[in-house]
């Protein structure tokens, strides 16, 4: 998926270390000390958590503008990449952008300090509203202002599925309509479980990375690639560029593989206690959010349904769900910080931080097991040809999305007005997610003050 168009054009900058690939010594931050480039780090990213509202599409764009643009932090070339590394891996794609591209120079520790930075102001407001909203309001019968954040929220998931589509090539968007129709199946049989998204969508995305793959050695590929995976003829010749990256981020193949390893302890070790029937609140509220978060590629829009499945009514009523949802989305930085309103509310302060870990630890974990990885099949062609498919197919999967969370979230004619009216403003008049929100709470509040629309839909 391409980041930059002509609407959004991207900088080169002018830092001659950032802008020669062969030239490895002219910018002296390369070889400082760690802990000085842990200080850059600091420095450029502190902000991000604080200004970056809209969701993961609007913080892609704003990333480009700080980092590469502004910053001149990392090359174009190579923030594309690790855009596309992280929509082909679980968990939320902006938050692996900003722990890669901050690891590149800080290496862990930098990355991690990154993530601590980017996460924290939303994640302290979300668990503050999941403790004390419900003890001011009755869920039952929520204040008018409420009425108009679940179609206010669907609104902005519809611009986010319709702004991803728009990359797609032609064989992208087969693969995405194939995810779509295959993801809406199985959340409306009666005959098909509902839990079956746990296979059918990682199948479904690998499935589109092994498409794209062998389409891409065709003599006449329906796909559009940057090169044919048929010039990969031997191992790629490491420039400059690449082995100051190397050795910046700080981390060998071996590494990867104990941090994938990790990954794999802790996904099948939860899942294995909760089968076995180990009864802890905690560790419930860790399986479901750990198992959530190994399983979605591609964004965070996808986690919505897979959560709705999981929570409600167990935990919370739809209408709680979806407050919390509008909620999380109007809020700067990572849209998984909805998970501690989730565990929040349904285990206080302990839940909340219990479900951001359980979420967030996938994505974070997996995109340090890849690093190492990335910087050697950065140049190969077949390693670019399946995060094509794999985003592609995460696409569909939020296309299906937007069909079925519609039809939980509008239910009369004055929903559905919120819903066209705000996602006009902020698909045509470029409003942010914040404002989005804010305008779906004072209609669906004047529809309810004089008991307007409310015919079911």
């Not at 764009?61 to 594309?80: N, S």
């Not at 590394?85 to 990355?111: D, E, M, R």
């Not at 999380?328 to 479900?355: E, W």
């Amino acid at each position: 998926m391409k980041v930059a168009d002509e609407e959004t054009p991207l900088v080169k900058g002018k830092n001659p270390s950032i802008d020669n690939d062969d030239d490895a010594s002219h910018d002296s931050r390369d070889f400082e000390p760690l802990m000085d480039r842990v200080k850059d780090v600091i420095k450029v990213y502190w902000s991000l958590g604080f200004i970056a509202f809209g969701g993961p599409t609007a913080h892609i764009g704003i990333f480009q503008d700080h980092l590469v643009r502004f910053h001149q932090w990392l090359k174009e070339d190579l923030f594309l990449e690790l855009f596309a590394l992280g929509q082909g891996l679980p968990g939320p794609t902006s938050t692996q952008l900003l722990i890669s591209t901050a690891a590149t120079h800080g290496g862990v520790l930098g990355g991690s300090i990154a993530f601590l930075m980017w996460s924290l102001p939303g994640f302290i407001v979300l668990t503050t509203a999941s403790l004390f909203l419900y003890g001011i309001i009755d869920p039952s019968n929520p204040p008018i202002w409420l009425l108009g954040v679940p179609p206010a929220a669907v609104a902005l998931i519809f611009k986010a599925f319709y702004g991803f589509a728009q990359k797609l090539d032609t064989l992208g968007v087969a693969l995405a309509m194939l995810a779509c129709a295959v993801s809406v199946l199985i959340n409306h049989d009666e005959n098909i479980p509902s839990n079956s998204s746990q296979i059918v969508y990682p199948v479904l995305l690998f499935g589109g990375g092994l498409l794209t793959y062998l389409d891409a050695h065709r003599s006449k590929p329906i796909g559009t690639y940057s090169k044919s995976p048929g010039q990969d003829d031997g191992p790629v010749v490491q420039t400059a560029l690449d082995r100051k990256l190397g050795y910046k981020i700080g981390m060998e193949i071996r590494h990867g593989i104990f941090m994938f390893l990790l990954w794999l302890v802790l996904l099948v070790g939860s899942i294995a206690l909760v089968n076995r029937g180990y009864d802890n609140k905690y560790l419930e509220i860790f399986e479901i959010f750990y198992r959530t978060g190994s399983l979605v590629f591609g964004g965070g829009v996808v986690i919505v349904p897979m959560l709705q499945n999981e929570v409600v009514p167990k935990w919370m009523t739809d209408d709680q769900f979806f407050q919390g949802l509008g909620l999380a989305q109007s809020m700067p930085g990572p849209f998984f910080n909805f998970a501690s309103f989730l565990g929040g509310t349904y285990a206080g302060l302990p839940g909340a931080i219990v479900a951001n870990l359980g979420l967030m630890a996938p994505g974070f974990i997996l995109i340090f097991a890849m690093l190492p990885f990335w910087s050697k099949a950065r140049h190969y062609a077949w390693f670019q040809a399946i995060i094509k498919g794999l985003n592609a197919s995460a696409i569909g999967l939020i296309g299906g999305g937007c069909v079925f969370l519609y039809a939980k979230s509008v239910r009369d004619a004055a929903d559905a007005i919120v819903f066209v009216l705000c996602g006009g403003l902020a698909s045509f008049y470029k409003f942010g997610a914040p404002q989005t929100i804010a305008m779906g709470a004072l209609i669906g509040a004047g529809f309810a003050a004089f008991n307007l629309g409310h015919l079911p839909y």
